[in-house]
């Protein structure tokens, strides 16, 4: 059980591209999904945490202009990487949680490598 | 201001054990949990601790005491594909998770 799917896993567009990534909770309803931001050998930095049906709360120095997130459903909640450029690239994974509090741990999707040419 | 300590880096024998630690200072805890993550990869969930003790899980283990705000990881019988980066994160009091930067452990054979 508690398998996310991020979609799509690799992409590689020009700079001046807005790149779409989603993550679905596959087998249960995620009232909370997580956007993490990952550089090689560094560890993971939360960008946002969205919630259903209500605006995203964007950590420190994230630009809400810049990384759009909806969460539309208790399964899906999408990332959009606004006019991408080369510094953008980076490995984003999502993640999922059955309730915002409370112990539950956060289930993964396989992350989305981003390259901006 | 929060913060969470773990070695950056452990080596360690095949079919030996490791236990790699992590002491935290938050605001507030409400449990810990570690991850494993292969290079390239995604985490995904270990363990998770709430009350002080000894959760064991097949071949990894894991133990916290809150009154030290201490915490360690333990693997046993490793095996090659143990190669990994470990996460150890903490939940604070406004069930935000707080992440170390990880422990990457390398098993020689």
Known sequence: GAVVSQHPSRVIC???TSVK???RSLDFQATTMFWYRQFPKKSLMLMA???EGSKATYEQGVEKDKFLINHASLTLSTLTVTSAHPEDSSF???SASLQGRGGQPQHFGDGTRLSIL | GQNIDQPTEMTATEGAIVQI???YQTSGFNGLFWYQQHAGEAPTFLSYNVL???EEKGRFSSFLSRSKGYS???LKELQMKDSASYLCAVMDSNYQLIWGAGTKLI???
Do not use: V
Request: neutral net charge.
């Open chain 1, 49 to 51: 945490t969205s919630n």
């Open chain 1, 21 to 23: 990534i989603e993550c």
């Open chain 2, 107 to 109: 098993i020689k054979p």
């Open chain 1, 92 to 94: 984003y994974i999502c």
């Open chain 2, 72 to 74: 360690y990881l333990l």
């Open chain 2, 52 to 54: 002080d003790g000894l």
């Open chain 1, 14 to 16: 020009k700079s001046g």
């Open chain 2, 21 to 23: 630690n992590c002491t």
